[in-house]
């Protein structure tokens, strides 16, 4: 990974509701590999925001009794301060609402119409606003109730009206060609192979205008007709760095896009319609997509009737902002679909952080408290066991780096607590605290060996959980430029200060258990 830049995408949230933890989940995810990217070295621009347009939300905005615009502005404030509320360190937050976009949506339509890659049509089919999406009558399945849905789930209606269309047909084999080039443009395998059987079975143009609603980005020269809601979506990410200004630094900086970081629902647009837009406009597509998997409750989908909706700051209000994140990273190979549960959570709460890295770092930093004067230690020689450990943390690094790259962060965080549990065992073998009469010399080699581990932990757990790596490394004497990954080529420098360490990680105590705990 030698770029000096990285440009990375939430998708932009529908804000027809508050956000959930679905969408907690993915910013996380992306602000985790942004910090990551940043603590290396690179330049990072980290793009999130909020889809305004389109049926789904204009029918919200009705049923709520507000004016479209005035119920965007209320929806997205409460995205807006997700980000606050979670620590996302994201770089830009856009509205598809914004004069910037506007312009954007409306240049990049022009070009595809210079280009020939629009026509006037009319469209007669199945559409479902919960998706935004257009259905083939043989993907639809028959309910008991009597209507049609979605492979999703989601209901459809018999759509009719004139519309324009975009040639996807004609992109079949080109789409086919990028795909086949760049093995890496959608991840993970599985997702990538559905794309390339769907786009093989054939492509058919695409409607691209709606004429029965109003909420949306007028179409030049036709605006009795507004833009699909998801040509308009997918264009934030151009918008966002400077489209239609292509010589602009920003864009050229930045786009194409390293990553846009989706979910497995939003696939299709993502690596089917998104790269054709744009090579139909000649605009380079992205680099890569990479489509995470979805997140059940106690074992069952997450959904509004259910009433099991998971709402992210009250869920960090519950367990800790920074054990929530390191949940949702450490709980499911990144990729695959995983449960969100209270035991799981408390489990990953008492187990590895409460007795993991807590307790590894209350031990260590007591010790050097009480025992070295409250400076870091002054080591002398290394034992083959002292080298041993501090060479796996030394190797951290690389390791972390190929885990990012996939990115594969619950690799990351398993390859960061094997050390911790590595650890554990050298204090438990070495007994510093048996040494202090004994052999002090001994003894502060050991407990500096230890502290240097976990000033690697600290730097590295960082991009996860950047309050706790903070605090950790602040226990260490380490100031706000000793923080970044290239700290870990130096040595914790013998005679630091080290502040009275205070927990990390309270345990999580079950309502109720407080009493009985206290004993
Ligand atoms: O699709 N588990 O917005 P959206 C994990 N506006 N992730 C989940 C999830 C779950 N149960 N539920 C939702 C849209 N997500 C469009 C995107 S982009 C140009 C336009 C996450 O508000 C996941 O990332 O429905 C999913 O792709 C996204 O929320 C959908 O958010």
Same mark, same amino acid.
């Given at each position: 990974?030698?770029?000096?830049? $990285?440009?990375?995408?939430?998708?932009?949230?529908?804000?027809? #509701?508050?956000?959930?933890?679905?969408?907690?989940?993915?910013?996380?995810?992306?602000?985790?590999?942004?910090?990551?990217?940043?603590?290396?070295?690179?330049?990072?621009?980290?793009?999130?925001?909020?889809?305004?347009?389109?049926?789904?939300?204009?029918?919200?905005?009705?049923?709520?009794?507000?004016?479209?615009?005035?119920?965007?502005?209320?929806?997205? +404030?409460?995205?807006?301060?997700?980000?606050?509320?979670? +620590?996302?360190?994201?770089?830009?937050?856009?509205?598809?609402?914004?004069?910037?976009?506007? !312009?954007?949506?409306?240049?990049?339509?022009?070009?595809?119409?210079?280009?020939?890659?629009?026509?006037?049509?009319?469209?007669?089919?199945?559409? @479902?606003? !919960? #998706?935004?999406? $257009?259905?083939?009558? #043989?993907?639809?399945?028959?309910?008991?109730?009597?209507?049609? =849905?979605?492979?999703?789930?989601?209901?459809?209606?018999?759509?009719?009206?004139?519309?324009? $269309? *975009? !040639?996807?047909?004609?992109?079949?084999?080109?789409?086919?060609?990028?795909?086949?080039?760049?093995? &890496? *443009?959608?991840?993970?395998?599985?997702?990538?192979?559905?794309?390339?059987?769907?786009?093989?079975? /054939?492509?058919?143009?695409?409607?691209?205008?709606?004429?029965?609603?109003?909420?949306?980005?007028?179409?030049?020269? &036709?605006?009795?007709?507004?833009?699909?809601?998801?040509?308009?979506?997918?264009?934030?990410?151009?918008?966002?760095?400077?489209?239609?200004?292509?010589?602009?630094?920003?864009?050229?900086?930045?786009?194409?896009? &390293? %990553?846009?970081?989706?979910?497995?629902?939003?696939? !299709? $647009?993502?690596?089917?319609?998104?790269?054709? *837009?744009?090579? @139909?406009?000649?605009?380079?597509?992205?680099?890569?997509?990479?489509?995470?998997?979805?997140?059940?409750?106690?074992?069952?989908?997450?959904?509004?009737?259910?009433?099991?909706?998971?709402?992210?700051?009250?869920?960090?209000?519950?367990?800790?902002?920074?054990?929530? =994140?390191?949940?949702?990273?450490?709980?499911?190979?990144?990729?695959?679909?995983? +449960?969100?549960?209270?035991?799981?959570?408390?489990?990953?709460?008492? /187990?590895?952080?409460?007795?993991?890295?807590?307790?590894?770092?209350?031990?260590?930093?007591?010790?050097?408290?009480?025992?070295?004067?409250?400076?870091?230690?002054?080591?002398?020689?290394?034992?083959?066991? &002292?080298?041993?450990?501090?060479?796996? @943390?030394?190797?951290?690094?690389?390791?972390?780096?190929?885990?990012?790259?996939?990115?594969?962060?619950?690799?990351?965080?398993?390859?960061?607590?094997?050390?911790?549990?590595? @650890?554990?065992?050298?204090?438990?073998?070495?007994?510093?605290?048996?040494?202090?009469?004994?052999?002090?010399?001994? %003894?502060?080699?050991?407990?500096?060996?230890?502290?240097?581990?976990?000033?690697?932990?600290?730097?590295?757990?960082?991009?996860?959980?950047?309050?706790?790596?903070?605090?950790?490394?602040?226990?260490?004497?380490?100031?706000? /430029?000793?923080? #970044?990954?290239?700290?870990?080529?130096?040595?914790?420098?013998?005679?630091?200060?080290?502040?009275?360490?205070?927990?990390?990680?309270?345990?999580?105590?079950?309502?109720?258990?407080?009493? /009985?705990?206290?004993?």
């Amino acid at each position: 990974m030698s770029a000096e830049r $990285f440009y990375i995408t939430t998708p932009i949230y529908y804000v027809n #509701d508050v956000p959930h933890i679905g969408h907690a989940y993915t910013t996380v995810v992306c602000d985790a590999i942004a910090r990551f990217h940043r603590l290396d070295g690179r330049t990072v621009h980290f793009l999130t925001g909020t889809d305004e347009h389109g049926q789904k939300v204009e029918k919200a905005a009705a049923a709520a009794g507000e004016a479209p615009q005035a119920f965007c502005d209320r929806l997205s +404030d409460s995205f807006r301060a997700l980000m606050t509320q979670l +620590d996302i360190s994201n770089d830009d937050f856009i509205r598809t609402t914004e004069p910037r976009h506007l !312009r954007a949506c409306q240049a990049l339509w022009q070009k595809l119409v210079e280009r020939g890659e629009i026509y006037l049509g009319a469209y007669e089919g199945w559409y @479902a606003v !919960r #998706d935004e999406a $257009f259905y083939g009558e #043989d993907e639809l399945t028959l309910g008991p109730d009597g209507k049609r =849905r979605a492979p999703s789930g989601a209901e459809v209606e018999w759509v009719k009206e004139p519309s324009y $269309f *975009f !040639r996807l047909s004609a992109w079949q084999d080109r789409l086919l060609k990028l795909y086949a080039e760049r093995p &890496d *443009f959608i991840a993970p395998d599985s997702r990538r192979n559905e794309v390339i059987s769907f786009v093989k079975s /054939g492509l058919k143009d695409l409607s691209v205008s709606r004429t029965s609603f109003s909420w949306g980005v007028k179409v030049p020269n &036709d605006p009795k007709h507004i833009m699909y809601v998801w040509l308009d979506a997918l264009t934030n990410y151009i918008t966002a760095v400077g489209y239609p200004d292509e010589a602009t630094p920003s864009y050229r900086r930045y786009w194409p896009a &390293d %990553m846009h970081m989706v979910g497995k629902d939003i696939v !299709r $647009f993502h690596t089917v319609y998104w790269p054709a *837009f744009l090579m @139909a406009a000649g605009v380079e597509p992205p680099k890569r997509v990479f489509a995470h998997g979805w997140w059940t409750i106690e074992g069952q989908k997450m959904s509004k009737s259910l009433g099991n909706v998971i709402e992210p700051v009250a869920t960090a209000r519950k367990y800790g902002l920074d054990p929530v =994140r390191y949940f949702l990273l450490r709980e499911l190979p990144f990729g695959q679909d995983g +449960d969100f549960s209270h035991r799981a959570m408390v489990g990953r709460i008492n /187990g590895d952080l409460a007795n993991g890295l807590g307790n590894l770092a209350q031990r260590v930093l007591t010790q050097i408290q009480r025992n070295c004067e409250a400076k870091a230690p002054a080591p002398g020689a290394f034992s083959a066991e &002292d080298s041993a450990l501090l060479d796996k @943390a030394s190797a951290l690094l690389a390791g972390c780096r190929a885990d990012m790259a996939v990115p594969a962060p619950h690799a990351m965080l398993e390859r960061l607590w094997a050390v911790i549990g590595e @650890a554990d065992r050298y204090i438990n073998a070495q007994a510093p605290w048996k040494l202090k009469t004994a052999d002090p010399a001994r %003894m502060a080699t050991v407990l500096y060996v230890a502290a240097e581990v976990l000033r690697h932990l600290g730097i590295l757990v960082q991009p996860v959980m950047p309050g706790s790596g903070a605090k950790l490394l602040a226990a260490l004497g380490q100031g706000e /430029g000793a923080r #970044d990954f290239a700290a870990l080529a130096r040595r914790l420098a013998p005679g630091t200060a080290l502040p009275a360490p205070t927990a990390l990680f309270p345990r999580f105590v079950e309502e109720g258990a407080a009493a /009985g705990a206290g004993r």
